[in-house]
Each structure stands twice: as structure tokens, then as C-alpha cells.
């Protein structure tokens, strides 16, 4: 069984920056960040491999770093230039060695002037 604490979410301007960090227990090979709009699907933010090879959506490329600590086997997404369209629930995920998915509670992004 897996278990994901998140931390970091609010509220911010729009340009500004946000971290969010996942902190997972057990054997991971992945993680990463998916978000929810309302009334939208969720969709992948980032993903890294334990091998650290990355993967963003479209939207957030340039403006969003994904990086992991493995001996803490905490992940982390710097957002920055942020825009509303941002806005969101953000979801920690993990994938196990198993291959089984878990995730986290969500926190909530907000982009607000």
C-alpha cells in the first residue's frame, strides 16, 4: 500500500510561482502531477520515471519543472509563469513496482488576480 501526503497549493497571481511537493512510502517506479479543472477532465501535468526520464502536457512545457528526491521519495513540481487557466485541483500520483496507481488527496491551485 502506498500513501501520498501533497503540500503546497493557494492562491496566487497570475505570473507568479508556486511548489508543490508529494511525499510517497513504498516501492515507486513513477510520479507525478495530474489536475482537474471544474468541470474538466483530469489530464497529466508531469510525470518522472525512477529512471528520471520526464513528460509534460503541452501547456505547461517551459513553464513547469517536475523533479524528484529519491532517497526522500518526495516529488516536486515547480510551477511558474502562471496563468488562471492553471487553476485547478492538483493530484499527486504515484505508480508502484507493481504497477498499481495511487493518489494523493488534492490541493488546490488557484490563479487570481
Known amino acids: 500500500q502506498v500513501q501520498l501526503v501533497e503540500s503546497g497549493g493557494g492562491l496566487v497571481q497570475p505570473g507568479g510561482s508556486l511548489r508543490l511537493s508529494c511525499a510517497a512510502s513504498?516501492?515507486?517506479?513513477?510520479m507525478g502531477w495530474y489536475r482537474q479543472a471544474p468541470g474538466k477532465e483530469r489530464e497529466l501535468v508531469a510525470l518522472?520515471?525512477?529512471?528520471?526520464?520526464?513528460n509534460y502536457a503541452d501547456s505547461v512545457k517551459g513553464r513547469f519543472t517536475i523533479s524528484r528526491d529519491t532517497a526522500k521519495n518526495t516529488v516536486y513540481l515547480q510551477m511558474n509563469s502562471l496563468k488562471p487557466e492553471d487553476t485547478a485541483v492538483y493530484y499527486c500520483?504515484?505508480?508502484?513496482?507493481?504497477?498499481?496507481?495511487?493518489w494523493g488527496q488534492g490541493t488546490q491551485v488557484t490563479i487570481s488576480s
Open positions: 518522472i520515471t525512477i529512471g528520471s526520464s520526464t
Open positions: 500520483y504515484a505508480r508502484a513496482r507493481n504497477y498499481l496507481g495511487y
Open positions: 513504498g516501492s515507486i517506479n513513477a
